[in-house]
């Protein structure tokens, strides 16, 4: 069975070290920035008086902020590096547009800080998934679309016709964003949509950045890291192509769930309650398909963060669909339970298949042994650890929550106090992911000196002389 230190480097993984190390490192910082933003809210939910006197770090900025540094700076970072990646290895070249990559990202990044600093000087636009202020969205724009194009080069140079799972999804995932990110640009900010309809727009972006950019991203290397460390092919892979397009065409009409019991038609919430029953085909394919990384808690502690990820992805997938019930809705759709679920899908499948990419890509790209490969393994138990406590935490404080609600004899101050022990435990899991997302940056900063040294040194080393 390999492993990230024995990887093979071929010479389309070490042509882009550069941009991809870029890309890579900026997502584990602002990793640790949303954690650290993340743990200070949870914090404030259960302490309102915490940090109460510092006007940047009110509740709202806070919430806005870490939501803008995990979306666009690590998940945002870490998808463009593995597709990027993918692509390249896949289709067999190397990438090309490097000077292209390599700006785009720098941009991007910069684009990302200035605007999660804008979000604490109060120019946040309250709308979900969209919080940083227009000015800063079209550098982030064409940033992207400066990252994607050598994505695209890979995909229409590719050395074969023929084409993998992987491929699709990460192809899926680098056309998609753009049309949401314009789209959304558009119809919230440049020329609103007013009333009812801008709920719903907001919504189908929000919906869509994880569903049709993010997850593609995070199944791409599932499908890809399976086979290759399990040496296991695609139990019924003649289905892979249609699990593909179920969560393309029904995952994109699933953003009206969020809107159960709100003012919209109600047809837009029927369509997305059906649309999330037709989505579990997606995930039975996926299921059924990966059974050798779904069920590999012995193997290496990269299949291990892969096992976590498939688990949390498909668990996530029933949980949608149990709670966009009437009944169960009724009692969960408003409490921290919702809160919960995006933690089990964005912390637990999308952020776990995405470490276990790198994991994998971080040796190659580098041409270097992981330094510490214990600390892979202290990096799954913490992280795991982490995201279980906080997302159950987070599950009893909603369910208590919903219940405390449901009692029309108790105010808010009751309310409130039936959702503390639970919104404590998630605390503590918050300072655990802490910890791991610190494990995780230290390590891929590591690797890339030690690389740098091994370079240095072997430049230095005199040829052997002739006998």
């Given at each position: 069975?390999?492993?990230?230190?024995?990887?093979?480097?071929?010479?389309?993984?070490?042509?882009?070290?550069?941009?991809?190390?870029?890309?890579?490192?900026?997502?584990?910082?602002?990793?640790?920035?949303?954690?650290?933003?993340?743990?200070?809210?949870?914090?404030?939910?259960?302490?309102?008086?915490?940090?109460?006197?510092?006007?940047?770090?009110?509740?709202?900025?806070?919430?806005?902020?870490?939501?803008?540094?995990?979306?666009?700076?690590?998940?945002?970072?870490?998808?463009?590096?593995?597709?990027?990646?993918?692509?390249?290895?896949?289709?067999?070249?190397?990438?090309?547009?490097?000077?292209?990559?390599?700006?785009?990202?720098?941009?991007?990044?910069?684009?990302?800080?200035?605007?999660?600093?804008?979000?604490?000087?109060?120019?946040?636009?309250?709308?979900?998934?969209?919080?940083?202020?227009?000015?800063?969205?079209?550098?982030?724009?064409?940033?992207?679309?400066?990252?994607?194009?050598?994505?695209?080069?890979?995909?229409?140079?590719?050395?074969?016709?023929?084409?993998?799972?992987?491929?699709?999804?990460?192809?899926?995932a680098i056309f998609l964003f753009p049309w949401l990110f314009?789209?959304?640009?558009?119809?919230?900010?440049?020329?609103?949509?007013?009333?009812?309809?801008?709920?719903?727009?907001?919504?189908?972006?929000?919906?869509?950045?994880?569903?049709?950019?993010?997850?593609?991203?995070?199944?791409?290397?599932?499908?890809?890291?399976?086979?290759?460390?399990?040496?296991?092919?695609?139990?019924?892979?003649?289905?892979?192509?249609?699990?593909?397009?179920?969560?393309?065409?029904?995952?994109?009409?699933?953003?009206?769930?969020?809107?159960?019991?709100?003012?919209?038609?109600?047809?837009?919430?029927?369509?997305?309650?059906?649309?999330?029953?037709?989505?579990?085909?997606?995930?039975?394919?996926?299921?059924?398909?990966?059974?050798?990384?779904?069920?590999?808690?012995?193997?290496?502690?990269?299949?291990?963060?892969?096992?976590?990820?498939?688990?949390?992805?498909?668990?996530?997938?029933?949980?949608?669909?149990?709670?966009?019930?009437?009944?169960?809705?009724?009692?969960?759709?408003?409490?921290?339970?919702?809160?919960?679920?995006?933690?089990?899908?964005?912390?637990?499948?999308?952020?776990?298949?995405?470490?276990?990419?790198?994991?994998?890509?971080?040796?190659?790209?580098?041409?270097?042994?992981?330094?510490?490969?214990?600390?892979?393994?202290?990096?799954?138990?913490?992280?795991?650890?982490?995201?279980?406590?906080?997302?159950?935490?987070?599950?009893?404080?909603?369910?208590?929550?919903?219940?405390?609600?449901?009692?029309?004899?108790?105010?808010?101050?009751?309310?409130?106090?039936?959702?503390?022990?639970?919104?404590?435990?998630?605390?503590?899991?918050?300072?655990?992911?802490?910890?791991?997302?610190?494990i995780a940056f230290f390590h891929l900063v590591r690797l890339?000196?030690?690389?740098?040294?091994?370079?240095?040194?072997?430049?230095?080393?005199?040829?052997?002389?002739?006998?």
């Amino acid at each position: 069975m390999s492993s990230p230190s024995q990887a093979i480097v071929s010479e389309s993984d070490k042509t882009a070290r550069v941009p991809l190390v870029l890309l890579l490192v900026s997502a584990f910082g602002w990793l640790i920035v949303s954690t650290v933003l993340s743990l200070i809210g949870t914090i404030q939910l259960h302490t309102p008086t915490f940090l109460a006197s510092c006007v940047a770090f009110t509740h709202g900025r806070v919430d806005a902020m870490q939501e803008s540094a995990f979306i666009y700076g690590w998940a945002g970072n870490a998808a463009f590096a593995v597709s990027l990646w993918l692509l390249s290895v896949l289709g067999g070249t190397p990438l090309r547009g490097l000077g292209l990559l390599t700006t785009g990202a720098a941009f991007w990044n910069l684009g990302v800080t200035a605007g999660v600093v804008s979000i604490a000087a109060g120019e946040a636009t309250s709308i979900p998934f969209l919080q940083m202020p227009g000015y800063i969205q079209p550098l982030l724009f064409v940033a992207a679309g400066a990252i994607t194009t050598p994505a695209v080069l890979a995909w229409t140079g590719r050395s074969s016709d023929s084409t993998y799972a992987s491929q699709w999804y990460a192809v899926a995932a680098i056309f998609l964003f753009p049309w949401l990110f314009s789209a959304a640009q558009v119809m919230l900010l440049a020329a609103p949509v007013h009333g009812i309809t801008h709920a719903i727009v907001a919504n189908w972006f929000g919906q869509n950045v994880i569903t049709l950019w993010l997850l593609p991203v995070a199944v791409a290397a599932a499908y890809y890291l399976v086979p290759k460390l399990t040496g296991r092919a695609a139990a019924h892979y003649e289905f892979a192509k249609l699990g593909f397009w179920s969560l393309i065409v029904f995952g994109a009409w699933t953003g009206g769930r969020h809107l159960i019991g709100g003012p919209a038609p109600v047809w837009v919430s029927t369509v997305a309650v059906v649309a999330l029953y037709l989505l579990l085909f997606h995930y039975l394919v996926v299921a059924i398909n990966l059974p050798a990384g779904l069920f590999a808690w012995n193997g290496s502690a990269t299949l291990r963060f892969v096992a976590f990820g498939l688990t949390a992805y498909l668990v996530n997938g029933l949980a949608d669909v149990i709670t966009s019930t009437h009944a169960v809705s009724q009692l969960l759709h408003f409490t921290y339970f919702s809160v919960a679920q995006s933690k089990l899908l964005l912390g637990g499948a999308f952020s776990f298949l995405i470490f276990a990419a790198v994991y994998e890509m971080g040796p190659r790209i580098s041409g270097a042994k992981w330094p510490a490969p214990g600390l892979i393994g202290t990096h799954f138990v913490v992280a795991a650890s982490g995201t279980l406590v906080t997302v159950l935490g987070l599950a009893f404080a909603g369910w208590s929550q919903g219940h405390a609600q449901a009692e029309t004899a108790n105010n808010f101050a009751a309310v409130a106090a039936a959702a503390k022990p639970g919104l404590l435990i998630a605390t503590a899991g918050e300072a655990i992911l802490l910890g791991a997302a610190i494990i995780a940056f230290f390590h891929l900063v590591r690797l890339q000196l030690e690389s740098f040294s091994t370079a240095s040194s072997s430049r230095e080393t005199p040829a052997p002389s002739a006998p």
